[in-house]
């Protein structure tokens, strides 16, 4: 599709043993999404798991999302290539300079670029809180 992805880490370890000789354990890590005629999307977290045959990414522990003016912050990310679809969840939050959104789970198709949320509790609601008692 055009669309490119780079990963790279301060440390990581290949797996060795046949059941995960595809997996990459990385530390430190910055992933760079490309995105054809749209702004690059930038991701980083303490630890990731590489998928170096399908390039599914499972990132965890601090994770960070930077879009634009946008970033969301969560303890996992999982890019499933495989899937087309990525996940965000784990203490969710998505932040901009009009708002704060809290939410448990994240689900973006990455074909058509539709974004999900979800609350795991169905009794719950997803929280938005305006910075300044309005959202344009």
Known sequence: DG??????????????????KNLVQMEGVVAIINLINKENIYVYAESAVYNKFNHNTLFYNQVKIDYLNNSILSNNLDILFTEKISKIYNEVVFKNNSLDLYTDRILIDMKTGNIKLEMINNTENVQLIAKN???N
């Open 3 to 20: 669309n490119t992805y780079y990963i790279n880490a301060k440390k990581a370890i290949i797996l060795n043993d046949e059941k995960q």
């Open 133 to 135: 008692g309005f959202i």
